[in-house]
Structures are given as C-alpha cells and as structure tokens.
C-alpha cells in the first residue's frame, strides 16, 4: 500500500501555515510509501461526498467577524478575535446566562457560528448548542470514550457547514453536517492506535485538503516510546 500523507511540523508558526496555504513554503508537504497494511487499515466510511471546494472559512470573513471558527479563533490560530462585542468597558459587567453539562470535562473553547455553538468533551462526543438557550441541538458520539487513556481532544473546526473533528483514541478524523450532526465521513485511523496514534489537534481545512496532527498522549508513558 502506498500512502500520501501532508504533515505539518510541530510548532510550525501562523506565518508558516500562511506560507503554506499560499504555496510559498512547499518543504511542509511529504509522501510515506509503505509496503505495511497493518498500521493504516484501509476501512474508510463515506456516507456522503462532500463538494469540491475552492472556499474555505477562514474566519476573517464579514459574516464570521464575530465568531470562532476554530480552537484558536480563526485558521491562523493567533487567538486574538478582532470582535468588539466585549471590550475592556464592559468586560466586569458580564454575567452567567446558562450552564452547559456534560458528563465529560470540557477543556476546549466552543466554536461559535451564528446562533449556534459546537463543543467536545473528553469523552469525544461532539455537541451543538444554541447560543442563545444552550439547548441541545445534536450530540455525534464515536464510541470510544472508554478506550481514553491520557490524551484528550484540543479541539475541533468549522468548515462551510460541516465540523471537523478528530476522535482521538481510534486515530480518525470525522467529518459532521453542522445542520443535525450526521456522519458525511470518517478516515482510515492515520497510525495504528495500539503503537499510541492519537487525533487530538483541531483539524486545518484548506479547500478540499483537512490537515490533521497526531500526538502520543498528554501524559508520559506514552505506549509507542
């Protein structure tokens, strides 16, 4: 089996990713070649084909300016918002609305759209919510909150009506309508879990490319060292 797969180096900085974008920095691009079908299983569920597409949400659009398309605010990952909903005149006035519970911790801010907010907790069940009630909209659960062992999601991003985001202990990627959280689609795991492959950073989408990251764990021991 031959697989091709776009990395980005740890720590690569929000300029390199612009770089990167742009076709200025094609260092950050590689190919595997594996002759191994033990590590990359071939399993893909596709329930719908996504579009082609040549636009991607990159958070600095008109119609976003007061959202949070991803972990770290927009696809740069600054997380400086340029909103001037809340400022350093009214930030002491600021008052508890509404709970969100889950039983799981959430670590990670939500994604904000519109009315709508997206979350994960750490048990990798993926939930919508309106902003405006925390009514629960939709909730996207992979199954896999017993297999977690220290490491937990970062994260996960909005893309022109779908979320992205990783699994984590099964070393997937899946992809959500927005809408009601159906499954359009869920990857081959990107190394075999057993060896400690772990999805847990907030993807990258750049048109029809998802870029995603793997990290062995949080917390040492980590099972592949």
């Not at 002759?35 to 719908?48: D, G, Q, R, Y």
């Not at 996207?140 to 991003?157: E, L, N």
């Not at 022109?160 to 959280?181: Q, S, W």
Request: proline share 6%.
């Amino acid at each position: 089996m031959k697989a091709t797969i776009t990395l980005l180096p740890f720590g690569s900085s929000s300029s390199s990713l612009q770089q990167l974008m742009s076709g200025k920095n094609s260092a950050l691009f590689f190919s595997i070649n594996t002759s191994s079908t033990a590590l990359i299983p071939t399993n893909t569920t596709i329930v719908k084909v996504l579009p082609k597409s040549v636009n991607t949400t990159l958070g600095t659009e008109l119609k976003h300016r007061n959202d949070w398309i991803t972990a770290n605010y927009y696809i740069y990952r600054t997380r400086s918002s340029t909103q001037t909903i809340i400022g350093k005149d009214n930030v002491n006035k600021l008052q508890v609305k509404w709970m969100l519970h889950s039983d799981f911790p959430i670590e990670n801010p939500p994604l904000i759209v519109g009315n709508r907010g997206y979350t994960i907790d750490n048990g990798m069940r993926i939930m919508a919510f309106d902003v405006n009630t925390s009514l629960n909209l939709w909730k996207y659960d992979p199954g896999v909150a017993s297999k977690q062992q220290q490491i937990f999601s970062h994260g996960i991003t909005y893309d022109n009506g779908v979320i992205f985001a990783g699994t984590v202990a099964n070393a997937t990627l899946v992809a959500l309508n927005a809408t009601d959280g159906k499954l359009i689609w869920q990857s081959v795991p990107i190394g075999d879990p057993d060896l400690g492959y772990r999805t847990s950073r907030p993807p990258t989408v750049w048109n029809d490319i998802v870029i995603v990251r793997s990290a062995l764990g949080d917390n040492p021991p980590f099972p592949a060292v």
